[in-house]
């Protein structure tokens, strides 16, 4: 019923930008989120957004550099990543959850575009 679909990844240059779209297809839930697992490490939260683009929430690690978007009439989820570093290398999953708190796990997933920054 829900599907999500990344795209946009690929190997960028230290400080270089990246835009990951996520297709959205089946019911709109409520939030939308990014999350990214580089080898050998735990999948880590990136940012995340209602759909009504009311509140944005983003990691530590990419405040500043990263914007979570969302457009309506296309149903996709953006991350436009700036400044990026090589530390950002991972796959990055676009994930959404039928709930407005934070408490609730996301139960729909993506199946990852590959983001590799190279120094």
């Known amino acids: 019923q829900v599907q999500l679909v990344e795209s946009g990844g690929g190997l960028v240059q230290a400080g270089g930008s990246l835009r990951l779209s996520c297709a959205a297809s089946?019911?709109?839930?409520?939030?939308y989120g990014w999350f990214r697992q580089a080898p050998g490490k735990e999948r880590e939260f990136v940012a995340r957004i209602r759909w009504n683009g009311l509140s944005s929430l983003y990691a530590d690690s990419v405040k500043g550099r990263f914007t979570i978007s969302r457009d309506n009439a296309k149903n996709t989820v953006y991350l436009q990543m700036n400044s990026l570093k090589p530390e950002d290398t991972a796959v990055y999953y676009c994930?959404?959850?039928?709930?407005?708190?934070?408490?609730?796990?996301?139960?729909?997933w993506g199946q990852g575009t590959q983001v590799t920054v190279s120094s």
């Open positions: 994930a959404a959850r039928d709930s407005d708190y934070d408490r609730v796990e996301y139960s729909y």
């Open positions: 089946g019911r709109i839930l409520s939030t």
